[in-house]
């Protein structure tokens, strides 16, 4: 029997929790995360850091000094890309230690070769599948889980599309607390469905989409007291948010003119978003990146909800897309995402099948890889260099959401051939041959191999 040893606790004083809707502070943390007034999503605000004079460790100067000096350190919270910012994260009670498993330090590469084929001259990727279990939302489960043992639940939970069910998996393992994971059957990869059981959770998948198990996860957690780890927990965009503060610390606090990110539930982006906002608050960046979305076009749920409303209801879609983490057609995210969108100037943009695949096939052969969901990225820069609103001269940063290895059977479908199964025009399919590298079976001869090599060197 799941028992509950504590509710919500007062919340610290260090920073509240804020309806992005009708702006009501909410008194503590209830299970469904939401506003009590009108039902709409929190977020975690610093009241203090505009109180003058401010205090002279929340100075820029002050702050990217500290942040500097813990990656000498050895000591847990500060080996943590996450942890290492926490003057920008709600705090602990004392005598909590935060769940880390020593995630972000994710790399910031440069990308040549896409960037010549986007036709831009600056491009980075923010590879956030080097995370612990090989996605972003390691960064925000570290605070999210801490602060679920805090409140003193036994049991978490989420709805996933399998990133967020393998990271809380793991977390609450390491945090000693048992997880219950709600999965759509059939439609999230075997990697992410192996991390899950070998953490430990409680698997169950349900015949129905992810939006399906959002809506069971509702009802259960108002049954049982169960902490809810979905997104929409206002503590997972805070740990989210490092990744920006994390690429630009790696830039030297230059400004890149573009963020891009993938658009599943829209929590990342929102999270990205904040991130940049708090930094330009607090006087550590002098302006803005835009921050702009791309989904994939049978699940673009944000770029319906811009184009035929402005922003203002959300247009849901039933989602279809091999780009299965991003699977989601209801997102809980979206009004965060549209002020983020309306705030850094960014905008949405989505993307075909065809068009995720070969972007994912050019990031693999930079020698960096991710799972389709991320390439979306890639995919929609080139379509916003096209329409002119990425200039060729300005510096982009896209943000790779997931590991190469999340999604092996599609890379080897699209290798082999298989992807697409004869739904090819002449054109695409001979835009995607040029990327596929399907295995060659040979006798083990010498003669073969080098047979092979010649053959590859012509094909040059
Ligand atoms: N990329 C990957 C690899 C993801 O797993 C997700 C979301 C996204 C992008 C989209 O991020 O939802 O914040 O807009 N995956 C969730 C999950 C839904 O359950 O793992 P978002």
Redesign the pocket.
Known sequence: MIEQTAVASKLEQTYQLRCVGCGQIAADMRQNLRCLSCGELLEVIFPAWNSAPRLPAMQPSALKATWKQRRGSTFPQDESGVWRFRELLPTLQPGFEPITLREGNTPLYEMPMCARIAGIEKLFAKH??MNPTG???DTGMTTAASFARQEGYRWVA??????????MAAYAARGGLRSLVL?PDGK?TWS?LSQSLDYGALTCQLKTD?DGCMKVLNDVVRRMPIYML??MNPYRAEG?KTAAIELLEKLDWQVPDHII???????????IGKAVMELHELGIIPSLPKIS?IQAAGANPLVRTMRENGGKKLVPVQAETM?S??R?GN?A?WRK?VRILERTGGTVEDVTEKEIALAKAEIGAEGIG??P??A?TFAGLKKLVKSGFVKKQESVVLVL??HVL?DAEYTLKFHRGDLFEGDLDQKESAALARQQRAPIVLEATTDAVLKALEQAEKNL
């Open positions: 956030q599948g996605s972003f939302k989420c709805a996933s599309t399998g990133n967020t069910s393998a990271s999965i999230i992410k992810f979905n997104s989210q990110a993938p658009g599943g539930n829209l929590a990342n982006s929102s999270a979305v780009a983490a991003i989601i997102p995210s995402a991710c799972e969901a991320s979306v959401t997931g999340k």
